[in-house]
């Protein structure tokens, strides 16, 4: 069997700013594979795709309710009929969208800088001749430590084993955009029951 063997390698450390704009980008992608998501998922359950364009689903419904037909000859009462009114009820007014969404980030983590170093920024042209002077930035290099108790070998101890980063995300119910609200309410005005039943009759 092969032995493994742990390469050590002298850690530099990492620009500031990725240390501390790679959390945020990572949670913005997550917000954005969510949505992307729960869209997916109101498209599939509520819409059918045909001939280039997305149509609602419509689940065909019956009401069936009990009526009084008055008399026709005489010595008899009214009669008790059923009449049925049909209707299509567009899948997206009753389906239960969640729209899920980050509210609250809380990162925590302590940094060791590492290094320092002055950026040139002039702009030089392909001849080589300065266009423009810039003042120069201060960039720093960092790594991740434990915390403010930690120092010497056991921040170094703490980066390669066990190095503290702690994120706690906290999401939540977010309202319906309103290009959706309006969507569900064009369809649930556009739900005109079929009336089936006689005219001139009485209901229970």
């Given at each position: 069997m092969a032995k493994k063997e742990n390469y050590k390698y002298e850690f530099a450390g990492l620009p500031i700013y990725d240390i501390i704009g790679k959390p945020l980008i990572a949670i913005a992608r997550a917000q954005n594979m969510m949505s992307k998501e729960q869209l997916r998922t109101m498209l599939d359950a509520?819409?059918?795709y045909h001939n280039g364009a997305y149509e609602p689903i419509m689940l065909k419904m019956v009401v069936t309710r009990s009526f009084l037909e008055p008399a026709t000859k005489p010595g008899k009462g009214?009669?008790?009929?059923?009449?049925?009114t049909d209707f299509f009820l567009p899948m997206i007014t009753i389906f239960p969208i969640n729209?899920?969404?980050i509210e609250n980030v809380d990162i925590d983590f302590n940094v060791e800088i590492t290094s320092q170093y002055m950026v040139d920024k002039d702009e030089i042209d392909e001849g080589g001749d300065k266009i423009s002077a810039q003042p120069s930035s201060l960039e720093c290099l960092g790594k991740i430590t434990k915390g403010p108790g930690a120092s010497g070998e056991d921040q170094e101890q703490s980066?390669?084993?066990n190095s503290s980063?702690?994120?706690?995300?906290?999401a939540g119910t977010m309202p319906l955009t309103k290009g959706l609200l309006e969507i569900i309410n064009i369809y649930t005005n556009a739900i005109q029951p079929i009336d089936t039943s006689q005219k001139n009759h009485q209901t229970l």
């Open positions: 509520c819409f059918k009214p009669e008790l009929k059923m009449i049925s729209a899920l969404g980066y390669e084993n980063f702690r994120i706690a995300v906290e």
